[in-house]
């Protein structure tokens, strides 16, 4: 055995269980750490520029992959509250994230000493564990029971404080004689699997609701298998978007209150059966459960057993990882497909088909100042099938999930449960450091894109390149559409006359100088048929300079996005697409 310091353990601890990606900022309580780090040297380290920001980081790093953990570092005090709002994205989208901080020597905890929190109480509602160390024999103990937790049953993120006595403090530890601890997850029997495929081949219009579970469980292509063997159509939520390509003649489209498609709903509204993999039934895409469960049978699978029910009730609940619930229903169904029993649903995706064929929003407007739906058009055209979105919440976001594409799993990035504004900008930066050579893109609004922007210094330094599209109306466009009900506009719009930009036209910040202060570069479009090449050029750019490339689009002020309260129900603002020309990037837009 070698007598080492705990952190020194610690840090070897990292690099054996795989995660060697970190993001944060040092400070004095944290500094015995970084020194493990740079002793260590197999950790890269990502400085930010904000705690939140490196949280924010971890977290798109854990997304961006399958089996990535990301780290995030930070001092004591307000650098752990700073990882709070971190921990909560993490944590509603079942993401794995270990988030480690500095803390008050042990026989300071009660004395209120500097930036002495008690962390550990503040993070355990938003953690799987959180854990301030008070014994440095517990260093190895925690760190192994930290990742266990992570990669066990539903995903999530944990917190680990290490007072910096304990940091310090000499202990005996052999990384050689260190083991992971074993995975633990539910993985559903063949008498269950049985009960759900014999309700939904009962059925004569079976739905696959495909959630973020699949995609969390590497399992894509095990649920576009059983689709195809069953020829069932598949829904995927918002977080499972991508588990099965967008132009997969059984993508039927999603579902939901906002992040829908007209033909999702429709679909939707016609089925008999539902089979949710992986999903958690949330509001945004169930809308009223009267409407939602409708002359409709319900199987639900989770690897949460108390997240089946949490919503409503469904007539079979199975706990099970996905990955294992598709592998025994795969099983099964080849099982029936060679014996020639499985119902023909050929009919029923004929249907589906030729609703998505027919009912989408119109995209291809030309008006000045821009309309939103037009720069998605133009995304389309401008993004291959390999590119990779990261987006949060807003006006932007919701358009976005409604007329972008994704054709594969973790393509789409989205903090979805949370939706915290400032998210992007610091996650597709962890998915660059996830994924260096896919093409990222992110989409925010200019209130998500101003939270965090200072993190744009961030890809500017450590060389991390993506295109960031910000849809730039000058308003808080969500809260402003939210606000109609109330008959009320206040204090939602962010113009103002910048004297010292008047290029922004009444559009307040002046984006361009800010992002290139940065150390970034940026392009402004103010006419819808520059797009084209302003994405040429941002290609360019992102090639040459290795810098985030920022593409502000300036949009018209208000803009009300399709959303309603109930899936039958959804309120349509904009003219709806009659013929192939007014969405000529929709996935099989009828002529």
Not at 66 to 87: E, F, H, Y
Not at 190 to 211: S, Y
Not at 332 to 350: I, M, N
Request: proline share 5%; aromatic share 6%; with cysteine.
């Amino acid at each position: 055995m070698a007598k080492m310091r705990t952190v020194d353990a610690a840090v070897a601890i990292l690099e054996k269980e795989g995660a060697t990606e970190a993001f944060g900022l040092p400070g004095a309580a944290i500094n015995p750490f970084y020194s493990a780090m740079r002793a260590h040297g197999g950790i890269r380290h990502t400085l930010a520029r904000h705690v939140e920001g490196a949280s924010h980081m971890a977290d798109g790093y854990s997304r961006a992959a399958d089996g990535n953990i990301g780290v995030c570092i930070g001092t004591s005090g307000p650098a752990g509250t700073d990882m709070i709002t971190g921990l909560y994205a993490a944590q509603a989208d079942s993401i794995p994230m270990l988030c480690i901080t500095g803390q008050a020597p042990v026989a300071k905890l009660h004395k209120e000493d500097f930036q002495a929190v008690d962390i550990e109480s503040i993070a355990k509602p938003l953690t799987k564990f959180a854990m301030t160390i008070l014994e440095p024999g517990q260093v190895p103990g925690a760190f192994q029971k930290a990742f266990q937790l992570m990669r066990s049953g539903r995903p999530g993120p944990v917190l680990l404080d290490l007072p910096i006595d304990v940091q310090m403090a000499e202990i005996e530890f052999d990384i050689d004689a260190y083991e992971p601890l074993p995975i633990e997850k539910p993985k559903a029997s063949r008498k269950q699997l049985e009960k759900a495929l014999d309700l939904l081949t009962e059925a004569k219009h079976p739905l696959i609701v495909a959630g973020g579970g699949i995609i969390n469980a590497g399992a894509s292509a095990q649920l576009v298998e059983l689709a195809e063997i069953l020829n069932v159509p598949v829904i995927p939520t918002l977080m499972g978007w991508g588990a099965i390509p967008d132009d997969h003649q059984l993508m039927a489209g999603m579902v939901g209150l906002q992040t829908s498609h007209r033909y999702g709903n429709e679909n939707f509204l016609q089925s008999d059966f539902v089979i949710g993999i992986g999903n958690r039934w949330a509001n945004r895409h169930t809308g009223g459960l009267d409407t939602y469960t409708a002359g409709r049978r319900f199987v639900h699978i989770d690897i949460e057993p108390t997240q089946i029910g949490r919503v409503f009730s469904p007539d079979l609940g199975i706990a099970s990882d996905a990955g294992a619930a598709l592998d025994g229903l795969l099983e099964l169904a080849r099982e029936r497909q060679a014996a020639k029993t499985l119902p023909d649903y050929s009919g029923w995706v004929a249907e589906c088909q030729e609703r998505k064929g027919s009912l989408h929003r119109k995209t291809n407007f030309d008006n000045v100042p821009i309309k939103p739906q037009r720069v998605y058009q133009e995304m389309n055209k401008a993004f291959g099938r390999d590119t990779t979105y990261v987006s949060t919440i807003g006006l932007s976001q919701i358009a976005g999930a409604q007329m972008l594409h994704v054709f594969g799993a973790r393509k789409w990035i989205n903090a979805g449960q949370a939706g915290p504004l400032g998210w992007t900008a610091p996650a597709a930066l962890g998915v660059v450091r996830g994924t260096p050579d896919a093409t990222v893109v992110a989409l925010s609004g200019d209130y998500d894109f101003q939270f965090m922007i200072e993190e744009l210094a961030v890809g500017a330094q450590f060389n991390l390149p993506y295109i960031h599209v910000v849809v730039n109306n000058s308003y808080l466009g969500l809260i402003r559409q939210s606000q109609r009900g109330f008959n009320m506009e206040q204090n939602v719009s962010l113009a103002f006359e910048n004297i010292n930009s008047p290029e922004t036209n009444g559009y307040g910040v002046d984006h361009i100088k800010v992002a290139e202060g940065l150390g970034c570069k940026a392009i402004r479009v103010e006419d819808p048929n520059d797009l084209p090449a302003a994405f040429d050029k941002a290609k360019a750019l992102m090639g040459e300079f290795k810098v985030p490339v920022v593409v502000e689009v300036i949009l018209e002020k208000i803009t009300n996005i399709s959303m309603g309260v109930e899936i039958n129900g959804v309120n349509e603002f904009e003219e709806l697409a009659e013929t192939a020309a007014d969405a000529p990037t929709a996935i099989l837009t009828k002529a």
